[in-house]
């Protein structure tokens, strides 16, 4: 027999218990929330969360360095870049990287592009469950713009362990200003009619306005971050309280809202993604276009391999621009290169003796990246607020302890006193706008 | 207030709770007699040091390799915009260390987690029970002690015979 739950033990005898979730419409990921009734007024709340833990702290204590970073994709997964950047941010704190300036740029870029989209998903589900499909139609068409510049470069809309450790995987798509433009401008569009179809409806009004409301006491106490901590009116954003990358020399605002209620989260993303806009024009500018790749004549793969065996070869390969580093002359510029922190270029090792070796130098079990004796912590700018990696590190080439701050763990902690004493339907809402992400809650 | 003058604050008024002062990586580390957690919180939280924000709590199996657990608390300041880590060490045999909930509220959520996984008793935490895993999972999975991939036992429907 399983122990009661605080809900069952401690409710009335003449209420109603009823489960929202774990599979409902409205539950984004799996969370169930158990609710005390007396008719459609919740009494009492109780929320579970756990049915998307698949191990990620205990899995990355068993991976490299390098492995493990594609299991930060997974965690928010509408905002993939921006964990790998958290997680490789703190790895570089470790080792003491300095990332050329283009990496920078390129990260920031990825970040907003990020943001935008992570802010996109939560207002188009929250719309959609509030009755306005059309907002959800038009902001997932924004998204996939978005998403292209993204797959452009990374080669995937959501896997895209993208940004390394020392820098990022490869340069830009030749054509990432086009397609950059285009995202921008059909985001921008979106985000005007999506302001004309909620800002002053009476329907949306009537289910945010006031409700799920959370006071500036309370928000510090549950330890929001992100747009959520700024509905209550604390301008509290990484990217200002401790800059990492360029932040600091671009020009954006943090808007806050006022009360906390779910329009003023609703609000703050969306006044949060014209900042982002902004900001992706502000990098787009600052990025200069790559080098041309050195002309003159190349030869085959197979071909260079074959003479390698003989003698050094001099002449460049003939790459797909599908294969990870081809642009191998292109690499100082995106990459550290002061310490073994990268995978060599492929060409290397297939032709060279000393590529080889730092090839297995670099993959080899109890070699590749190990970062001095110690813990760090460091955080990003989320999607949903302050990422946040705590590494320790025992000196080998796998992290003794990897601990991920997720921010909305947090957020859905304070579910439970929002919706208490209010309605049903107003759970709905109110969960839709704190933007709840099963992969980095449960972890 | 500079970090090292709020660490020399930390010590003048709270000395005797505070084992070692040290730095990692840039960041400052205060390591707490663990019996003096709750009261070295309850004090950081309120003016002069003003930590409003409690960011995150975890924990580290030193169990095998040095006979303790570490509780890794993550304090923020919003007006100083600092953040500051502090340690305690508690034995491995039976880890327990009084609750933050009361300060916090995050805490009730964050303490059921490292009871989860660890197995750290919080005494006061009026509802210690598993977060991320179910009632009824075996062994705390982020010790050392467990395996990685270990499959648990099959927990039976309701009905099954």
């Known amino acids: ?443 | 207030m500079g970090q090292e003058n709020l660490i020399e604050a930390i010590r003048a008024k709270l000395g005797d709770a505070v084992e070692g002062v040290s730095d990692s990586f840039g960041d400052a580390v205060l390591t707490l007699r663990p019996a003096a957690v709750r009261a070295v919180m309850a004090a950081l939280r309120e003016a002069p040091f003003e930590y409003a924000v409690l960011l995150d709590l975890t924990c580290v199996d030193f169990a095998a390799a040095e006979g303790r657990f570490e509780l890794v608390y993550h304090l923020y300041s919003l007006t100083r915009n600092v953040r500051l880590r502090l340690k305690a060490s508690l034995p491995a045999a039976d880890p327990s260390v009084e609750t933050l909930v009361g300060l916090w509220k995050n805490a009730e959520w964050l303490e059921r987690e490292v009871f989860d996984m660890f197995g750290v008793r919080f005494e006061g935490h009026p509802y210690l029970k598993r977060i991320l895993t179910y009632e009824g999972f075996e062994g705390h999975a982020l010790r050392k002690s467990y395996p990685w991939r270990l499959e648990q036992p099959r927990i039976p429907l309701k009905g099954d015979v």
């Open chain 1, 1 to 443: 027999m399983e122990p009661l739950t605080r809900i069952q033990r401690d409710a009335r005898p003449e209420s109603m218990l009823l489960n929202m979730g774990p599979s409902h419409p409205a539950m984004h990921g799996t969370l169930r929330i158990m609710l005390e009734l007396d008719g459609e007024k919740i009494l009492n709340a109780e929320a579970e969360i756990g049915y998307l833990h698949r191990g990620f702290e205990k899995t990355c204590e068993n991976k490299t360095y390098f492995n493990l970073l594609i299991y930060t994709d997974r965690l928010n997964y509408v905002s993939p870049l921006i964990n790998n950047l958290g997680y490789v941010m703190t790895m570089e704190k470790m080792l003491g990287v300095t990332v050329p300036e283009r990496a920078q740029l390129i990260r920031v870029l990825m970040s907003e592009l990020s943001r935008v989209s992570d802010h996109l998903t939560c207002l188009a589900a929250m719309a959609m469950e509030n009755g306005a499909f059309t907002v959800f139609l038009y902001m997932m068409k924004a998204r996939e713009f978005l998403w292209d510049v993204i797959e452009f470069t990374t080669g995937a809309r959501m896997t895209t362990s993208y940004i390394r450790i020392g820098g990022v995987r490869a340069d830009l798509h030749p054509d990432w200003r086009g397609s950059l433009t285009t995202a921008i401008r059909e985001t921008r569009q979106v985000l005007k009619d999506v302001s004309g179809l909620l800002d002053k409806n009476s329907i949306f009004l009537g289910r945010t306005r006031g409700v799920g409301a959370i006071s500036r006491e309370d928000a510090l106490s549950y330890g929001w971050t992100g747009p959520c901590l700024r509905s209550t009116g604390i301008p509290y954003d990484v990217r200002k309280a401790s800059p990492y990358l360029i932040y600091d020399r671009l020009s954006f605002e943090v808007p806050v809202g006022e009360f906390g209620d779910n329009y003023d989260r609703y609000s703050v993303r969306m006044r949060e993604m014209g900042q982002s806009l902004r900001l992706l024009e502000q990098v787009a500018g600052l990025i200069p276009d790559a080098a041309p790749l050195s002309a003159g004549p190349t030869i085959e793969p197979s071909e260079a391999i074959a003479r390698s065996r003989r003698q050094r070869t001099g002449e460049r390969i003939r790459l797909s621009p599908n294969l990870e580093g081809y642009e191998k002359e292109r690499l100082p510029g995106l990459v550290a290169t002061d310490k073994p922190i990268a995978v060599p270029p492929k060409e290397d090792t297939y032709t060279t003796m000393e590529g080889l070796i730092s090839h297995f130098l670099f993959f080899m079990s109890g070699k590749g990246i190990r970062p001095p004796k110690g813990d760090v912590y460091f955080s990003v700018e989320g999607g949903n607020g302050e990422v946040g990696f705590y590494i320790v590190s025992d000196g080998t080439d796998r992290p003794y302890r990897l601990h991920l701050r997720a921010p909305c763990f947090h957020l859905v902690a304070a579910l439970e006193q929002l919706i208490k004493g209010r309605l049903i339907a107003d759970v709905v809402p109110t969960f839709g706008s704190m933007n709840m992400i099963g992969g980095e809650l449960d972890r």
